[in-house]
């Protein structure tokens, strides 16, 4: 360790003072509303906490019946995706003091809202499913493991590491316009095993890609790669497969 | 509320690891429903990272009787031998199963999977870490989840995602009792579906969400054993709770013994490697209970760091950054994101996080319930995973060996539940099973009480992390049992804001803490009885192992009157006698 006079102190210092948090959430009870509506609140917490820790403020100590999915608070599980002022994020990787003290918050786009800020992730999951995401290997690799080189490793290791958090497919204004489309994170799932040197369902996919619901709906507006919140480069993943279709060649 | 019935041969609960693994046996054999209370991808299964121990051998020799020794040894000798050798002998076809179910491993640069060090693993009985932790980046865990919710779809698995799990159903009484189905809660609209089924698998995950610094899920309350508890299955070794060493100072977020299985190393706030004193041999790569009470130690002795004195720091700075970009990229991630400082120049605040339960539902090696000291077991229910207890991990897991548990024993409980179920006949289940569920929701809903959930789980995790935690004494333990035994009264008294039908989550934290309380109540009335230190079981007042009178498993009963009631049980002895613990 080089610094051993003046130890770094982590910056998210939970023992500073506290902040007013205020939160815009939009609100909707199937039971009770015909329309979404809009509803304020105020939390005092750490600039260091996190957007989610705004909403279990509020829900614990305020109004019980707010509504949202979260699962590990630490952006791995893709539970709690959310439009936090005008953009597609994660509310458990996002923090007060880097994003503000005052939220509005609303379900993501494109999917039908149930309840507050849960919607209907049926669709999204159906379409994830449409473009076969499992290995498909036809070898006998018998007792043993498959080799593959670091280099066919680094192929789809990008794509390997999305959550299914619709983060991407959300933000997108194709799927917006038309929810037949396919959608950024399905092509993102694809390309995993497309790419994959062990994989033999390529053709197959690619087939289903090429169909009017799959890549070429894509006008590489770029928001999927803005809005993914494991940095996965989505719109060039999308490009890849599209060559792959064009070109024949994987 | 709409009541629907449905009619299977098996149902597993929980859709991570160990149900998918469980549901990948099961389908085609058995008609099958998984069932989660989240969407599969986002059980815990995946925030796991730092790899799923086998002794392939791929990079340096290795053997699996190794492996279980260190496992045995790793336990502090509370882990049963037999169940032990199986999970260590059949790591190796595991990880190739794995492998050919297409997760993508890192490799070596002969296209083989690649093997890191990780703490408490050594070759030959203790001489030097070895190298047998199977990875995928920081993120084996996510691969994990994600391949074997892949192999789930390409083999049609029937998921009903969304759905809680409130009861377990039985057919006979008493003694004569087989399982026989759930009850469960549809999120999306509020009705009950009673599940008739031969087999129940649960497969719920851990309970981490009694403390207040954890690495767990907010959903990780402790549902099946909570569930199977209160309908009298008694809870194995509750008091064995692992302390992560390395979770991110104020949030408890997780980072890998990969990082010091990379290289990383703690030091203390005058900058000095203080594992070094501890465990000279394996240094940081000593086993977790080890490290976190060293961890303590340090800080007690007021070589904590920062201005409350209360972390140490985990050091990477030494390591070549692209190493830290390949091995650590999540990790390290984290950090930047919830502490704003950047690992590859400054040291990383640590303290230890409430992260693993060792104890659970007793089974025996097929994933089967046992029920008693005899290991009679109640035909037809099963459990595999964090929510299972074998024992393999004894008073402290090993780290990896967790993903290998639910591989193995989703694997092996799954195979045992398709062969039971194609041997007996339907149950039979009373129209009204779910009245008793009903009866809990319309009252939960109508409830005129004052106390608020949120306030009375943050009290539990406050006391369970200040008096149950790494560190215990007779005094604290009393101190947690008076809090748990106020809080499950105030309990009885709850109230909830939302009445409705739709994604009432206002209910089901309500229900989940009903969980967290007895399951607290176990830990630490086993806790308080047992007077030596094993494990993650730490004494200040009783600070040896006391192998004539402890070397057994707790067996906690919930009695009706809702007080806890111990037994015990004999520990399966093997190839490793016990002996003194050092690394």
């Known amino acids: 360790m080089t610094v051993t006079e003046s130890p770094a102190t982590p910056k998210a210092d939970k023992t500073k003072e506290l902040v007013r948090v ?12 015909t329309r979404p509506h809009w509803q304020e609140f105020e939390v005092e917490m750490s600039p260091g906490d996190r957007v989610l820790d705004a909403l279990h403020l509020v829900k614990w100590t305020q109004d019980g019946t707010l509504t949202f999915r979260r699962s590990c608070a630490h952006g791995v599980c893709g539970s709690d995706a959310m439009v936090i002022n005008g953009e597609n994020k994660l509310a458990c990787i996002n923090l007060i003091k880097n994003i503000g003290t005052d939220l509005t918050i609303e379900p993501i786009r494109g999917l039908e809202v149930i309840k507050d800020l849960v919607v209907d992730m049926e669709p999204f999951f159906a379409q994830h499913r449409s473009v076969m995401p499992y290995l498909i290997a036809h070898d006998d690799p018998g007792y043993k493991e498959r080799l593959q080189t670091q280099e066919d490793r680094d192929r789809f290791d990008d794509t390997t590491k999305c959550i299914l958090c619709a983060c991407c497919t959300t933000s997108c204004p194709i799927y917006w316009a038309n929810s037949e489309y396919v959608g950024p994170a399905a092509i993102v799932s694809a390309h995993r095993f497309i790419f994959d040197s062990r994989d033999d369902g390529a053709q197959e996919r690619l087939d289903i890609l090429n169909q009017k619901s799959g890549v070429f709906r894509c006008k590489t507006s770029f928001n999927c790669t803005e809005a993914c919140p494991r940095g996965i480069k989505v719109t060039q993943a999308i490009e890849e497969v599209k060559r792959a279709i064009l070109y024949d060649r994987v | 509320m709409n009541v629907h019935y449905h009619s299977y041969d098996a149902v597993v609960v929980g859709a991570g690891g160990a149900g ?25 299964t995946g925030a796991a990272q730092g790899g799923m121990c086998a002794a392939l051998a791929n990079v340096e020799e290795d053997y699996w009787e190794w492996h279980a020794f260190d496992t045995v040894k790793g336990g502090d000798y509370l882990g049963d031998q037999d169940a032990i050798d199986i999970m260590c002998r059949e790591a190796i076809d595991a990880v190739i199963d794995l492998e050919h179910f297409g997760l993508p491993f890192s490799r070596t640069p002969q296209g083989r999977i690649d093997q890191r060090r990780f703490g408490g693993h050594t ?20 691969m994990i989840l994600h391949t074997l919710y892949q192999r789930c779809l390409a083999k049609e698995v029937n998921f009903f995602n969304e759905f809680q799990v409130f009861d377990v159903l039985f057919e006979g009484e008493g003694a004569n009792r087989r399982a026989a189905g759930v009850v469960a809660y549809e999120m999306a609209t509020g009705d009950l579906h009673v599940f008739v089924s031969k087999g129940v698998l649960f497969a719920t995950g851990g309970y981490g969400k009694m403390f207040k610094i954890s690495s767990n899920a907010h959903t990780l309350t402790g549902d099946g054993p909570g569930v199977l508890f209160k309908a009298g299955i008694p809870m194995e070794d509750l008091e064995f709770y692992q302390f992560h060493p390395t979770g991110i100072y104020g949030f408890g977020i997780l980072l890998s013994e990969a990082a010091r299985g990379e290289g990383g190393i703690l030091r203390n706030s005058d900058g000095e490697r203080f594992m070094e004193r501890v465990a000279p041999t394996v240094k940081d790569l000593a086993p977790r209970d080890m490290v976190s009470r060293a961890i303590h130690a340090e800080i007690k002795a007021g070589r904590g760091a920062g201005p409350k004195s209360d972390y140490v720091y985990l050091d990477l700075t030494h390591l070549p950054p692209e190493q830290i970009d390949s091995k650590l990229p999540d990790i390290t991630d984290f950090v930047r994101t919830y ?33 008693d000291d ?21 008073a402290n897991r090993l780290g990896t060996n967790s993903l290998l548990d639910i591989v193995v024993f989703g694997r092996r409980g799954g195979k045992a539940m398709a ?16 009245a008793k569920v009903r009866e809990r929701i319309e009252q939960l809903k109508a409830g ?10 943050t009290t539990l995790q406050e006391s369970m992390t200040l008096d149950a935690s790494v560190v215990r004494t007779n005094e604290s333990l009393t101190d947690a049992r008076k809090t748990v035994e106020e809080l499950k009264a105030q309990y009885a008294n709850i109230k909830i804001d939302d009445k409705g039908e739709v994604f009432n989550y206002d209910l089901t934290e309500a229900m989940e803490l009903g969980h967290l309380l007895d399951l607290a109540h176990g830990l ?16 200040d007042d009783y600070p040896t192992r006391n192998d004539q009178n402890w070397m057994k498993h707790t067996l906690a009963h919930l009695e009706q009157d809702g007080s806890i009631r111990l037994s015990y049980k004999q520990v399966v002895a093997g190839n490793y006698q016990p002996m003194e613990r050092k690394y």
């Open chain 2, 524 to 539: 630490v009335v086993g806790a308080q009885a047992r007077t030596e230190s094993r494990g993650a079981h730490w004494r």
């Open chain 2, 448 to 457: 005129t009480g004052s106390e608020k959930v949120g306030e009375i789980r």
């Open chain 1, 22 to 33: 205020h939160l815009r959430i939009k609100r909707y009870d199937p039971a009770t509303d």
């Open chain 2, 20 to 44: 998918l693994r469980a549901a990948i046996e099961l389908a085609g054999e058995a008609r099958t429903a998984v069932l989660t209370k989240l969407y599969p991808t986002r059980s815990h």
């Open chain 2, 339 to 371: 502490l704003g400082i950047e690992p590859k120049k400054d040291p990383i605040p640590i303290q230890p996080t409430a992260h693993y339960a060792m104890g659970g539902i007793p089974t025996n090696v097929e994933g089967e319930v046992i029920v």
């Open chain 2, 123 to 142: 070759r030959n009985h203790g001489e030097a870490p070895v190298r047998r932790s199977c990875y995928a980046a920081d993120r084996t865990g996510h």
């Open chain 2, 374 to 394: 005899q290991n009679t077991v109640l035909p037809g229910l099963y459990a595999a995973g964090e929510c299972a207890c074998v024992s393999v991990h004894g």
């Open chain 2, 419 to 434: 062969e039971y179920v194609k041997n007996v006949g339907h149950p039979d289940v009373p129209k009204g099973a779910e």
